[in-house]
């Protein structure tokens, strides 16, 4: 029997923490680490000797030969190039060095990455540089370092030096804000982030069978299987033994990384489950999303099991996606979206609301743009997760705040007197003020709000990015107007009650999905970018080029060089399923209709002729004939296909297009013959496991 696992000793022992900094390094450089972390003041080369020094003591004791510095480019995963700690010293012999120049700096190829021009193939420098403010780790006999990444020339070529800047600036201006209402002690505002992970188990060994999901996450054919999610019995359901056992060990990993591993449970779809943290600021919440992502694939390998990221990896059951819980706090730990007890408390926690509701209608394209990628078309609007319209979800309570700030009526109670900012206590709002909106792409949960549009294999930091930056333009704009204001009680009520009425429109309390929603939300003048062909081109609206180069989170450069990476990220991925697709159907499922129909048609003539015509065998042939007919249907739909792969335009943004109202809908169809045939076609020719195979092992 194995030893019970006591969480508080194993939390965090791969990780050089504070507590662990304090054990290996001198008082002095660890008050400068602290310095550097609480007033962004660089560390001398003094103090990076010593912590590196620290850290190859403490990794190499933990059994490490090699570091890393981790990364997160354009990919949407982390990177990773691996040095040893050996350095030679003569007579054969090395020793384990490190220096604070290797920690502070490495430099890596930049060429093979995503950089959408910002770097050409020929230049290859790049570097990646330490973030003091992410705590290194230990895994699979390295030391991991997080870094950010950047070019030669200065460009970020990550996700995460832009969700540096933008924690940065939404930051600066929340302070100004706090600043107005008293607050002299607050010097950070932290974005507190969490995750939710949603993802699917299958045996390795169906997986292995399936050409379509080793080489795009998804499968591209699968008849219906008899029994789906109908029975919603899977739903907190007892967890299977096997997926217990990958669950258990999966947690052990990631609480010895550090990472806040809280909740699991199975989710709606078959084989489909899910992981959420506590809580944690938006840069380390970024990095453990990323661990955890990681982690999973290889926890899974080790259980005879494969870990499905892919958005819709299954038709005809839900996907998988994320929830980004997303909030602002002190760094005395005060939620500034908790309403408050207090009319002072209250006014800003309504200031804050007003700029959140402002920001998110008027750069609900940017938004929307966050999550636009391919896997995730098939899921959003798909009543499984929220449709593409952007909408805000307050609740009833909080609903019947705004209300009566916008039109000056009394809140509820006749009795009680007009709601005026800053003078009235609001009432006590529970936490949970209402009951779910599940199809909110933005719901209020009491001192939050839950982004539900991420899909399940993206990076969270593009979102984040989005709404810091977001809430820091609407902040500024507030701070510029209040700080300047002759009466500070009068002007502040205006605001909020002149913003919450221009962007009313925004909030939405309804259903989702609803025909008649999509039609409100036109009357409204809401954006309803319904893929993401339909999406991207909104990314580099003026408005938004403007929005991020005023906050310095991109130069305009590096704005337009994340729009043609994920036009050209679309692109390769539709490309590389309608070959796989092709391929299938010629290699597997043409070749083996063909020879059941062809054993069909033997079978047919061997009764003819035993019986002397006398038998007609007329399910046989209506069988065959039915058959036939999807094969010639199927063979001439791939041909097509074929032909229009060969006539994608050249440029980007057209080929983008192309793919989307050309490419995608052919597949579709394709897909609907394939699925036909397998409901014709005796199991024992198919090639490949079914869903009923997969997802009901």
């Known amino acids: 029997m194995s030893k019970p696992v006591c969480i508080p000793e194993l939390f965090g022992t791969d990780v050089f923490n504070e507590s662990t900094m304090k054990q290996y390094l001198s008082a002095e450089a660890y008050g400068a680490w602290k310095h550097c972390i609480e007033n962004d003041n660089p560390l001398t080369l003094d103090v990076a000797n010593e912590i590196a020094e620290a850290m190859k003591l403490w990794a190499t004791e933990k059994g490490a030969t090699h570091y890393t510095h981790w990364f997160q480019p354009m990919t949407g995963i982390t990177a990773e190039k691996h040095d040893s700690f050996i350095t030679p010293v003569g007579e054969g012999k090395v020793i384990m060095e490190f220096s604070g120049k290797e920690l502070i700096r490495g430099e890596p190829d930049a060429s093979s990455f995503p950089s959408g021009g910002l770097r050409a193939t020929f230049e290859a420098r790049g570097y990646t540089a330490w973030d003091p403010t992410a705590f290194a780790f230990v895994k699979d006999g390295s030391l991991y370092i997080p870094t950010c990444f950047f070019s030669y020339t200065g460009d970020a070529l990550d996700k995460k030096t832009p969700l540096l800047r933008s924690i ?17 002690d607050t010097k950070h505002v932290r974005v507190s982030v969490g995750a939710e992970q949603e993802y699917f188990l299958i045996p390795k060994s169906f997986y292995a069978q399936r050409e379509d999901l080793r080489l795009t996450g998804r499968t591209l054919f699968g008849a219906t299987p008899p029994k789906g999610q109908e029975l919603d019995d899977h739903y907190f359901g007892t967890i299977r033994t096997r997926v217990s056992n990958f669950m258990r060990d999966l947690d052990e990993q990631l609480w010895r990384l550090g990472v806040l591993s809280k909740t699991k449970h199975n989710e709606g779809a078959p084989c489909q489950h899910e992981l959420a943290p506590i809580f944690t600021d938006a840069s380390n919440a970024c990095d453990a999303n990323q661990l955890i992502m990681m982690v999973m694939k290889k926890c899974a390998a080790k259980h005879d099991l494969v870990c499905l990221l892919h958005e819709k990896p299954f038709a005809g059951v839900n996907g998988s996606g994320k929830h980004n819980n997303w909030s602002l706090c002190t760094d005395a730990g005060k939620n500034l979206f908790n309403p408050g007890k207090t009319p002072r408390q209250n006014a800003q926690f309504l200031v804050f ?20 990628f391919a896997g995730n078309d098939h899921r959003l609007g798909a009543h499984e997760a929220p449709p593409a ?5 307050l609740g009833d309570e909080l609903t019947a ?20 900012v800053g003078v009235d206590v609001m009432p006590v709002l529970p936490k949970d003020t209402t009951d779910r909106n599940r199809t909110s792409p933005v719901a209020f949960t009491g001192n939050k709000f839950e982004f539900r549009m991420l899909g399940s294999s993206q990076s969270i930091a593009d979102p984040n990015i989005a709404l810091n930056t977001i809430m820091a333009e609407e902040l500024r704009g507030f701070a510029e107007i209040l700080e300047n204001a002759e009466d500070f009680d009068a002007t502040l009520q205006k605001l909020v009650c002149d913003t919450l009425t221009a962007h009313q429109r925004i909030i939405f309390n309804g259903n989702g999905y609803s025909e008649e929603w999509q039609q409100e939300a036109a009357r409204r003048g809401l954006s309803n970018l319904s893929s993401t062909a339909k999406a991207l081109p909104t990314y580099i609206s003026q408005k938004n080029i403007d929005l991020v180069t005023k906050h310095g989170i991109f130069t305009e450069d590096e704005f337009h060089a994340r729009y043609e990476i994920y036009m050209e990220a679309y692109n390769k991925l539709i490309n590389i399923e309608a070959r796989t697709m092709v391929d299938m159907v010629m290699h597997q499922i043409l070749p083996a209709a063909i020879r059941y129909s062809s054993d069909l048609s033997d079978g047919i003539i061997r009764k003819q002729n035993a019986t002397g015509g006398a038998v007609t065998a007329k399910t046989e042939v209506s069988l065959v004939s039915r058959i036939s007919q999807r094969i010639d249907s199927l063979y001439e739909k791939i041909e097509t296909l074929y032909s229009d792969l060969k006539s994608v335009p050249a440029e980007t943004d057209r080929a983008m297009a192309y793919y989307s109202d050309v490419v995608v809908p052919a597949m579709a169809e394709i897909r609907k013959d394939a699925d036909f045939l397998e409901k014709l076609t005796a199991k024992s020719y198919w090639p490949y496991p079914t869903y009923s195979d997969i997802l009901f092992y």
């Open 389 to 393: 319209i952007i909408s805000i979800f």
């Open 353 to 372: 609301l007003a700029a959140f509701i402002k920001g998110i209608d008027e750069y609900q394209e940017l938004l929307r743009c966050s999550v636009a």
């Open 168 to 184: 940065d600036e939404v930051s600066r201006e929340a302070v100004r804000i706090l600043r107005l209402f008293g607050d002299l």
């Open 401 to 420: 705040v705004v209300d009566s700030i916008i039109n000056g009526a009394n809140y509820k109670d006749p009795e009680k007197s007009l709601m005026r």
